[in-house]
């Protein structure tokens, strides 16, 4: 760790103290190169979901000092390597899928493990706390053996090329047609997106749960068949995944801005 290393609590287990960069997700996973991470804040001032200028540019790739050194070891150690094995396995295929809409695939995976990284990525990202579940969440977190996650918590997953990152806190939406109010947060960094759910139904129909992948055991090696969709990320308005054609319509259909803007905390 710098010396210049900033102090605070850490975002996963609470300890005060120097703070070290967690990389979200993992250096690894094609997280090596300078991004340029978008600031969902100044979108909503500006009232437009298109990406605009004042985000921060990250030399070392996405990430914050968000993590203990402690927990940043820990975590790294137990479960990095066996997301970046995923996110390999998922950018080849992606390779050779140009154009599909999905990836039916067959991966070689810790699910676990890779579980639990995700879950760490959603605690680096959500700077004031993961709400009721957090506490339950970082159980799962800090003890690797440990199985199951709380009830209500949504974890759905979706692969991705799009080179803008998302990183969004949990935010509450409400869709205006059927009264249907959802809360979730989102991490999206090729070639996957994931999207943590609380007490709400799939926000897109085309997440796909990964939920299940917390009853797998620590040591636990499997082949596991997965359905991913292929997914846009174009604008900064976590879960919108139009594609360009899509948000160009409905500009000219005078819906450029979306309705259904997420609300802040
Ligand atoms: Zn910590």
Redesign the pocket.
């Known amino acids: 760790m710098s010396r210049g290393a900033p102090t605070g609590r850490?975002?996963?287990?609470?300890?005060v103290?120097k703070l070290s960069f967690e990389h979200v997700p993992p250096e690894s996973a094609f997280n090596n190169r300078p991004v340029f991470l978008g600031d969902i804040k100044k979108m909503l001032d500006a009232k437009t979901v298109l990406p605009l200028r004042g985000g921060k540019q990250c030399q070392r790739g996405s990430g914050a000092y968000t993590?203990?050194?402690?927990?940043?070891n820990?975590t790294g150690g137990w479960y990095g390597s066996a997301y970046v094995e995923w996110a390999v396995q998922a950018a080849y295929n992606l390779s050779r899928a140009s154009g599909a809409r999905t990836i039916d695939a067959t991966y070689s995976i810790y699910p676990s493990r890779v579980l639990k990284q995700v879950l760490c990525m959603f605690f680096s990202a959500n700077s004031n706390g993961l709400g009721q579940f957090h506490d339950a969440a970082k159980a799962v977190v800090?003890d690797k053996y440990a199985r199951g996650l709380p009830d209500g918590l949504g974890v759905l997953a979706f692969i991705t090329r799009s080179w803008l990152l998302r990183q969004a806190g949990f935010t509450g939406q409400l869709d205006i047609r059927n009264g249907q109010g959802y809360y979730f947060s989102e991490v999206a960094h090729p070639p996957f997106g994931f999207v943590m759910t609380w007490n709400c139904p799939k926000p897109d129909e085309r997440l796909t749960d990964i939920r299940y992948f917390s009853t797998f055991d620590y040591d636990h090696l499997v082949r596991l068949s997965l359905r991913l969709y292929v997914l846009e990320v174009n604008t900064w308005a976590p879960c919108d995944y139009r594609t360009l054609p899509e948000i160009e319509e409905d500009i000219r259909d005078g819906q450029g801005q979306r309705a259904d803007l997420p609300g802040h905390d």
Request: proline fraction near 0%; glycine fraction near 14%; hydrophobic fraction near 20%.
């Open positions: 850490c975002q996963l287990c609470g300890s103290g993590l203990c050194e402690r927990c940043n820990n800090l």
